[in-house]
């Protein structure tokens, strides 16, 4: 039988001094803790008792509500028949608000990101689905090594598989449909805690990608709340309950002397590499659009020496002069304007373009064509730094700094809120901190 009895968890001690009650339970030398909403100071708490001293303001009334948990937990125990777990125990105390199947939510989620096209999401948060799945299912019995090669291994064969057109996106979805491994209410603080440390540990994730996976499950939280499904006691970010920290990260842009060096770069035309730097140096005459949208580019998105086109990640219209520079570059592919399906780069040429699924895979093929290249860009440019897809929208913002007005660079940048645009371009403005220094340290 479980032992059951109140404790004040002073390890979760909150600023101001209170630390929140919980029922304890043991079983089989096992423990497990159950949240009863509560807080309380150490001076008010009695450990021996359970209970609350006189000297809480509402004593009698805490006391009561507290006995009544203790007795619910307690029945329970007595009234199953056969033997329960304390992590069942816990279930049923918390009741039927929580007991909805995170798995199932989340799967008819990742579904219609798929059934709306938005392939990348979908993909993006199935693969969340399976980070859970291999916390859930780790073996601490073995070595993390062990553990770390028995995930990659299980990862490599889902990629085969896809491949080999074995294994859809739609399977997985349907088999994360079907899952009741996990419930909303078993997701609390000690589960995202020790969930982070895999990710970070067994997974070897970043911080940012840690971040994004926490954002993923607050999302699914609001949503299940939102459509009244989950009770909102169960939301393990609220209060001084998980807080998710979005760091701004240091955004490196080139300058003007580098990006002029892969302008005169001599390549041979019409290969992947000319290619790439064409997309890239596009991509950054356009304030920095996104290389996805470069790609993408039809010779109908230019009207009246204009390009205007809808952002395909936002769907945010954009209307944008045709400067010099990159008239020069569609000049260059005006001649195969009949070739490349109405393209303007050929990266997508033999595409069925009703096909949203082939279309996201040949672009996520393209983006690591992309990546490839730029970094032969950079050696031969002798840039000593990380040429990627996304950093033609960090030069921009580099070279732009303060020269141009917050309101107008909102505009270029399509942010929707100028804050947004603020913190941004805070990243590539130094000339005020930089002379500040100065003039503390040259004395």
């Known amino acids: 039988m479980a032992s059951i009895k109140i404790v004040r968890r002073k390890n979760k001690e909150r600023k101001d001094g209170t630390a929140p009650l919980a029922l304890r339970m043991s079983k089989n030398y096992k423990t497990n803790y159950c949240f009863i909403g509560q807080y309380v100071l150490e001076k008010d708490w009695d ?75 979908a993909k993006a948060e199935m693969s969340i689905l399976y980070n859970i799945q291999e916390y859930l299912n780790q073996d601490k019995s073995i070595s993390i090594e062990k553990a770390i090669d028995g995930i990659k291994s299980q990862r490599k064969l889902r990629i085969s598989k896809a491949r080999k057109n074995e294994f859809h996106l739609k399977d997985s979805i349907a088999y994360f449909k079907k899952s009741k491994r996990i419930c909303f209410q078993d997701i609390d603080e000690s589960f995202l805690k020790n969930y982070k440390t895999f990710c970070k540990v067994y997974l070897q994730h970043k911080t940012r990608t840690i971040t994004n996976q926490l954002i993923f499950i607050r999302t699914l939280f609001n949503s299940a709340m939102t459509e009244g499904i989950v009770d909102a006691k169960y939301y393990p970010f609220s209060g001084d309950k998980e807080k998710i920290k979005i760091g701004s990260g240091h955004k490196i842009g080139l300058i003007k002397d580098e990006v002029e ?77 009949s070739e490349n399906n109405g393209y303007i780069f050929p990266f997508l040429k033999d595409i069925n373009t009703s096909n949203e699924e082939e279309l996201f895979k040949k672009m996520r093929n393209a983006t690591k064509l992309f990546n490839k290249y730029l970094k032969r860009i950079a050696e031969m440019c002798n840039i000593d730094k990380n040429l990627s897809n996304h950093i033609a929208r960090h030069t921009f913002g580099n070279i732009a700094g303060d020269k141009i007005h ?38």
């Open 47 to 121: 450990e021996a008792s359970g209970k609350v001293k006189r000297t809480h303001p509402n004593s009698k009334k805490l006391n009561n509500f507290l006995m009544k948990k203790l007795t619910e937990a307690n029945d329970i125990t007595f009234e199953t028949k056969e033997s329960i777990s304390i992590k069942a125990i816990k279930r049923k105390i918390k009741g039927p608000g929580g007991q909805i199947s995170f798995f199932k939510f989340a799967a008819e989620r990742v579904e219609r990101k798929y059934q709306q096209n938005v392939f990348s999401v």
């Open 261 to 337: 060096d892969i302008e005169n770069l001599k390549l041979e035309e019409d290969t992947s590499i000319w290619h790439t730097k064409n997309v890239w140096l596009t991509a950054f005459y356009f304030a920095g659009i996104r290389i996805s949208d470069a790609v993408q580019l039809k010779w109908s998105d230019f009207k009246n020496d204009r390009l205007l086109y809808t952002m395909h990640k936002n769907q945010k219209p954009v209307s944008l002069k045709i400067p010099d520079k990159a008239a020069e570059i569609l000049n260059k592919y005006k001649s195969k304007k």
């Open 406 to 443: 917050p309101l107008m660079l909102q505009k270029l940048y399509r942010h929707s809120d100028l804050k947004t645009t603020l913190n941004y371009q805070a990243n590539f403005i130094h000339k005020d901190a930089d002379e500040a220094l100065d003039n503390v340290i040259n004395f």
